[in-house]
C-alpha cells in the first residue's frame, strides 16, 4: 500500500514522478503529493484527488530533485493535510510506504522538544526525527539516525531543501527499488513506475540505506557498512503497464489470461516430464520428507489454496490445510517440522502472510514454499522454494490472471508431490501434461462468452444482493466469484457450498436474489442439480455455469451459460473467469471505478 518515486536527474522530474505515481496509483489512491527542492526551498502539491489531480496542480511545478507519494489510508483520513510529503520546519521532506508502530511514544517525545504536528499521520514522526538530528550536508547520517528509532515496516524517500544534489532512500519491510539512469537516478515502489526512464534495477534489501545522486548511489545495509548489489535488468516492458485496446486494467488481465498462464507453464509444457527442481534447488530434498501441506494466504490468494487442498489431498495423497494468513499467524497452533509451508501472493509483500510465514518459520517448520508473481519480494526471499507465476504486472485492484496462474503453479506443485509419493503413474503424469499444454486454448473459448457475460450482467445491476453456489474444488471458485462481485460492484455477495444451502442461506432465496452456480460436469453435479431445484423451487432466479456436457438446460427461472466440455481437474481455472467476468460488466453497469474500487488496495502492507 501506497506508492513512493524519487527522482533526481539533470531535467525536470515533476512529469517522471507524475508518471511513476500513475503506474503505482493501483497501490493507494486516496490521496497525492509531491515535492521538489528548488533554490534551497520544498515546493509541494498535494491533492485528495486522483494522480492525475496532482498532474493539474502541479503544472507549473518544476525541479530536477523530487519525491512523490500515493496514499492509502492508515493513520489519519484521507484528507490534504495527512496526504504527502510530509515536511518538518521547511527543510527536510519525507515520502512512507508502511507504518511506524511507535509513532505515538515518538510524537510525544518530539512534542515535548518543540516539534509541532500538522498531521495524524505516523510518516510525520519521521520527518521530525530526520530534521532532530539534521545538520547541513549530514543528510545521510541523520537519516540512519531517525530510522534506528522507528520500529515498524518502512519503505522512504527523504530530501532536504540545503541540498539540490541528492536524496537518501531507505527500506524494511517495504518493498523499494532503485533505478539506475544515465546521469540521473531513480527508486520507485515497483519497477512499472520507472520504466518510462530505465530497465535496470537494483532490489534493495531489508534494512538498506541508499544515498542518491546525480551520477550515483552509494547502498550501505543495515549495519551501516558499504555493499554492492547486483543490477538486474527489468523484463517488463512498457505495454505490460498499458492499456492498450482495452477500457479497464481488469477487463485487460482477463483476457491476458492465455497468455499469462503460458508463461508461467512455458518451461514444464516443454519438458517431458516434471521435476522438483521447478520449485528450487533444494526440493529434492525436501520434498520427499514432507508428512503435510499447510497454506497460507489472503484474499483471492487463498482461494487458490483452498482449490489446491482438493488437488492436494486427492491426487498426492498429502494432507493439506489452508490457512487465512491473518489468523494464523496469532493462533497457537501445532507445529509439524515436517510440514510444507506454502505461501501464496501475487505481490509477495502482503504484511499478514509475510507475517505467517515468519509465525510459521518460528515454530520450527523450516520447509518453506512461495509461489508470488513478483521475483525478488519479501515471500520469495525469505523462502526456501519458490515458483515465480508468470502473469506480467497485475494493476487492476481485483485480482484476476494472478488467481489462474497461481492456480497453474499449484497444480504443478500438486504434480510433484503425487510424483515423489508414488501416487501418479507416468502415464498420469503424461495426461495431465497435455492438459496443462491445452489450458490455454481452453480459457480462450471461454473469453468468448464476454458479449453474453455482458447481456446477463443487465440482471444484477439493480441488485443488493447474490448468492454464489458451487460443491467440492469448485466451492472456492464459488467464493472468488463472490469476492469479485463485491469488491467492485459493492453488490453484497456470499458464497456456499451448494449442500449448506438448506442450513440457512436457502431461508434467503427469493425473486430479488440471483443466485450464480458454477456447474462442472463432475461426481458432484447430481448432487448439484438437486440443490439447484432446491432454489428453483423457491422463486429463486438461478444463473449457471454449466460444462456443455451437463446438458442442463435453461428453463422457467434457469438461466445457463454454456461452457466448454468439462476440463477434469483444471476446470475450476475455466470456471472462474466467466465469474471475473460477470463482476467487471455488472461494475461498468454500475459505473464504479472497477481498477480502483473504494476502500481497497492491491497490495496491503499493514496489518
Ligand atoms: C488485496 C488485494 C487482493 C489480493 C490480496 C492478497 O486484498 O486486493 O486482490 O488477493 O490482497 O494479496 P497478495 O498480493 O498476497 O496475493
Not at 510506504?97 to 500538522?118: D, H, P, S
Request: charged share 20%.
Amino acid at each position: 500500500m501506497c506508492g513512493i518515486v524519487g527522482a533526481i536527474a539533470k531535467r525536470n522530474v515533476v512529469p517522471i514522478l507524475i508518471n511513476g505515481l500513475m503506474r503505482l496509483e493501483y497501490r493507494g489512491y486516496d490521496s497525492a503529493g509531491l515535492v521538489v527542492v528548488q533554490s534551497e526551498q520544498l515546493e509541494r502539491v498535494r491533492s485528495t484527488g486522483r494522480v492525475a489531480e496532482l498532474e493539474q496542480k502541479s503544472a507549473n511545478t518544476q525541479g530536477s530533485l523530487g519525491i512523490a507519494h500515493t496514499r492509502w489510508a492508515t493513520h489519519g483520513i484521507p484528507s490534504e493535510r495527512n496526504a504527502h510529503p510530509h515536511i518538518s520546519n521547511n527543510q527536510i521532506a519525507v515520502v512512507h510506504n508502511g507504518i511506524i508502530e511507535n509513532y505515538e511514544e515518538l510524537r510525544t517525545e518530539l512534542t515535548a522538544r518543540g516539534y509541532k504536528f500538522n498531521s495524524d499521520t505516523d510518516t510525520e514522526v519521521i520527518a521530525h526525527l530526520i530534521h532532530s538530528h539534521y545538520q547541513k550536508g549530514n543528510l545521510l547520517t541523520a537519516t540512519q539516525k531517525a530510522l534506528a528509532q522507528l520500529i515498524g515496516a518502512y519503505a522512504i524517500a527523504v530530501v532536504a531543501a540545503e541540498n539540490p544534489q541528492q536524496f537518501i532512500a531507505a527500506r524494511k519491510g517495504s518493498p523499494l527499488l532503485l533505478g539506475v539512469g544515465n546521469g540521473e537516478n531513480f527508486v520507485a515502489s515497483d519497477m512499472s513506475a520507472l520504466l518510462q526512464v530505465t530497465k535496470k534495477v537494483i532490489y534493495l534489501e531489508e534494512g538498506d540505506v541508499v544515498d542518491v545522486s546525480l551520477d550515483g548511489y552509494r547502498i550501505l545495509n543495515e549495519k551501516g557498512h558499504e555493499v554492492e548489489r547486483p543490477i538486474h535488468i527489468s523484463e517488463l516492458n512498457n505495454d505490460s503497464v498499458e492499456l492498450g485496446q482495452y477500457k479497464h486494467y481488469m477487463q485487460k488481465e482477463i483476457f491476458e489470461q492465455p497468455q499469462a498462464l503460458a508463461n508461467t507453464l512455458e518451461s514444464v509444457c516443454n519438458s517431458q516430464s516434471l521435476v522438483p527442481g521447478i520449485f528450487g534447488a533444494e526440493a529434492n530434498k525436501i520434498f520427499p520428507q514432507i508428512e503435510s501441506i499447510l497454506i497460507l494466504a489472503c484474499g483471492t490468494s487463498n482461494h487458490a489454496g483452498q482449490v489446491a487442498k482438493y488437488w492436494l489431498e486427492e491426487i498426492a495423497g498429502v494432507p493439506c490445510s489452508v490457512e487465512i494468513a491473518s489468523e494464523y499467524r496469532y493462533r497457537v497452533s501445532v507445529a509439524n517440522p515436517k510440514t510444507l509451508v506454502v505461501t501464496i501472493s501475487q505481490s509477495g509483500e502482503t504484511a499478514d502472510t509475510l507475517a505467517a510465514l515468519n509465525h510459521a518459520k518460528a515454530s520450527g517448520q523450516e520447509f518453506t514454499l512461495a509461489i508470488c508473481n513478483v521475483p525478488e519480494s519479501a515471500i520469495i526471499r525469505q523462502s526456501k522454494l519458490r515458483l515465480l507465476t508468470r502473469a506480467g504486472p497485475e494493476i487492476g485492484v481485483a485480482s484476476t490472471k494472478a488467481f489462474t496462474t497461481q492456480l497453474a503453479a499449484l497444480f504443478l506443485l500438486t504434480l510433484v508431490i503425487a510424483k515423489t509419493r508414488n501416487k501418479l503413474t507416468e502415464e498420469q503424469e503424461q495426461t495431465h501434461l497435455h492438459e496443462l499444454r491445452h489450458l490455454p486454448a481452453a480459457l480462450q473459448k471461454v473469453l468468448a462468452l464476454e458479449p453474453e457475460i455482458e447481456k446477463l450482467s443487465e440482471q444484477f445491476t439493480h441488485k443488493h444482493h447474490a448468492l454464489f453456489l458451487g460443491r467440492g474444488v469448485h466451492y472456492p471458485i464459488a467464493l472468488e466469484g463472490a469476492l469479485k462481485l463485491k469488491e467492485i460492484s459493492y453488490i453484497h455477495a456470499e458464497a456456499y457450498p451448494a449442500g449448506e444451502l438448506k442450513h440457512g442461506p436457502l431461508a434467503l432465496v427469493d425473486e430479488d436474489m440471483p443466485v450464480v452456480s458454477v456447474a462442472p460436469n463432475d461426481a458432484l453435479l447430481e448432487k448439484l442439480k438437486s440443490n439447484l431445484q432446491e432454489v428453483k423451487a423457491r422463486g429463486g432466479q438461478l444463473y449457471v455455469f454449466a460444462d456443455a456436457d451437463t446438458h442442463i438446460k435453461t428453463s422457467e427461472g434457469l438461466h445457463i451459460m454454456q461452457m466448454p466440455e468439462h476440463a477434469g481437474y483444471l476446470s475450476p481455472i475455466l470456471h472462474v473467469v466467466p465469474l471475473q467476468l460477470l463482476a467487471y460488466y455488472v461494475a461498468l453497469q454500475k459505473g464504479t471505478d472497477v481498477d480502483k474500487p473504494r476502500n481497497l488496495a492491491k497490495s496491503v502492507t499493514v496489518e
